[in-house]
Structures are given as C-alpha cells and as structure tokens.
C-alpha cells in the first residue's frame, strides 16, 4: 500500500492540471477553476488531480486516449508508483497500490 500525502507541496508537483486527458474535460477546468479562488487547504474533492491518491475522477468528459504525464511527476519518482499498481491513468484506473 503507498501512503502518499494529500497535501499542498505535492499537489504543487502533480502534472494532472497539464494533462491532455483532462484538458479536454470542462468538469475539471472548473474544479480548477475554484481551487484557484479558494482560501485555506484543499481536499481531494477540491482538486482536478492527485487522482494516485483521491482515485477515479468523477468527471464524465476525459479523454483516455491523451499521454498520461504522471511518469513526468516527481511523486511518481518519489513514491516508485511505476512498480506498483495501476500504471498511472489513476483518473481512470483508480488509486496507487
Ligand atoms: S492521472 Fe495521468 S492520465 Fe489522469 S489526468 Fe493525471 S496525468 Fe493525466
Ligand atoms: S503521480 Fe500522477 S496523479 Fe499522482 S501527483 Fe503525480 S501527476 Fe498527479
């Protein structure tokens, strides 16, 4: 089990904001949108990313198709994510195991 941290530092990091699965999706401009004007910590909820932690979106518009840039990401590096399971897509696929 990775026991990765929800928090500001890492959200910073995450390379989901710059993905072209999600930069289609109007769901999670919003979201990001929101984040964006929010005072205070956000929750997995709040953010259109860090989905290896949070799981699969709920947003109905990604494209599946786009390069998943979570190999780019130092938390994937960090937390060796490319040896556990799924493979990134964790939008889609659900959370780091
Ligand atoms: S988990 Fe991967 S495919 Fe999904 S938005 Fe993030 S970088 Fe893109
Ligand atoms: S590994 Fe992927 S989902 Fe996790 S923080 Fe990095 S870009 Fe975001």
Redesign the pocket.
């Known amino acids: 089990m990775v026991n990765i941290e929800f928090n500001n530092e ?1 959200i910073e ?4 904001p710059c993905c072209s699965v999600q930069a289609v999706s109007k769901c999670a401009y919003e979201k990001l949108d929101k984040l964006q004007k929010m005072s205070g910590n956000p929750g997995p909820d709040d953010v259109p ?4 932690v949070s799981g699969k979106t709920e947003c109905d518009d990604f494209n599946p198709e786009g390069e998943c ?2 190999p780019k ?1 130092e ?2 590096k960090e937390y060796n ?1 490319g040896e556990g399971e799924p493979a990134g897509y ?1 939008c889609q696929n659900g959370k780091a195991k």
């Open positions: 890492n990091k995450c390379r989901c990313g860090m989905y290896c840039q979570c990401c938390v994937w994510l964790f």
